[in-house]
């Protein structure tokens, strides 16, 4: 599944944007229980090296796929706090597929979560006005659209934790506080290399986040 767009929005509701070229969340770059092995030392050597690399080079395409694989590597570093969202994705696409939007493959592969929620639009009149139970403490529920058709939000523990924002957006994963102080931990370690390359060059410095929910537009700084 590729990637066809990344970007980041509401520093406030701590969401992330995915958009791929299915229907299915891109679970490159969210975060899911279960996600890595790997030890805190690797992690920080490998975040160490993306942030060496974007504070020497100039190639913005250079500086586009790191920006990709810091996402990447962001999510998998604080999955292990993270709630199980494959799961609950699995689970609601379950409850709407026995709530009779089940539409049929025509050989396309393995149907998604927004396959089930447009075909439910004109066949299940009341989906907006229920809320599904999902196990282990996840609960769906599927919302009118501002353009057209249903949504789609999962929530675990009072945190949405998915939520579909339709065809011209995508998926976004609201970050729980556990998931946040992780996400903190990773961007002090990215931006503590990426300073120390900067000033050890004599480069001028360009502004970066102290704190990544107060800057929404990191993404285009380093």
């Given at each position: 599944?590729?990637?066809?767009?990344?970007?980041?929005?509401?520093?406030?509701?701590?969401?992330?944007?995915?958009?791929?070229?299915?229907?299915?969340?891109?679970?490159?770059?969210?975060?899911?229980?279960?996600?890595?092995?790997?030890?805190?030392?690797?992690?920080?050597?490998?975040?160490?090296?993306?942030?060496h690399k974007a504070a020497m080079t100039?190639?913005?395409?250079?500086?586009?796929?790191?920006?990709?694989?810091?996402?990447?590597?962001?999510?998998?570093?604080?999955?292990?706090?993270?709630?199980?969202?494959?799961?609950?994705?699995?689970?609601?696409?379950?409850?709407?597929?026995?709530?009779?939007?089940?539409?049929?493959?025509?050989?396309?592969?393995?149907?998604?979560?927004?396959?089930?929620?447009?075909d439910a639009e004109g066949k299940i009149?009341n989906l907006a006005e229920k809320k599904?139970?999902?196990?282990?403490?996840?609960?769906?529920?599927?919302?009118?659209?501002?353009?057209?058709?249903?949504?789609?939000?999962?929530?675990?523990?009072?945190?949405?934790?998915?939520?579909?924002?339709?065809?011209?957006?995508?998926?976004?994963?609201?970050?729980?506080?556990?998931?946040?102080?992780?996400?903190?931990?990773?961007?002090?370690?990215?931006?503590?290399?990426?300073?120390?390359?900067?000033?050890?060059?004599?480069?001028?410095?360009?502004?970066?986040?102290?704190?990544?929910?107060?800057?929404?537009?990191?993404?285009?700084?380093?």
């Amino acid at each position: 599944m590729g990637i066809s767009h990344i970007s980041n929005t509401n520093a406030g509701n701590k969401q992330f944007i995915t958009l791929t070229n299915s229907g299915e969340p891109n679970w490159s770059i969210i975060p899911s229980a279960g996600k890595s092995g790997k030890s805190k030392a690797e992690f920080v050597n490998e975040i160490k090296e993306l942030a060496h690399k974007a504070a020497m080079t100039t190639n913005k395409k250079e500086l586009d796929y790191i920006h990709v694989k810091r996402a990447q590597l962001c999510a998998e570093y604080i999955s292990d706090v993270s709630p199980d969202r494959k799961a609950l994705y699995q689970q609601a696409k379950n409850v709407l597929k026995n709530q009779g939007g089940n539409p049929k493959c025509q050989g396309i592969g393995e149907l998604t979560l927004v396959d089930f929620l447009e075909d439910a639009e004109g066949k299940i009149s009341n989906l907006a006005e229920k809320k599904f139970a999902l196990a282990g403490g996840g609960t769906l529920t599927c919302p009118i659209l501002t353009g057209e058709g249903y949504g789609a939000d999962i929530y675990y523990q009072g945190t949405k934790v998915l939520t579909y924002l339709g065809s011209g957006y995508g998926w976004a994963a609201e970050r729980t506080p556990a998931e946040r102080e992780k996400q903190q931990e990773f961007y002090a370690i990215y931006f503590n290399e990426y300073r120390s390359v900067k000033n050890g060059k004599g480069t001028e410095m360009a502004e970066l986040p102290d704190y990544l929910e107060d800057r929404p537009t990191f993404d285009q700084k380093a």
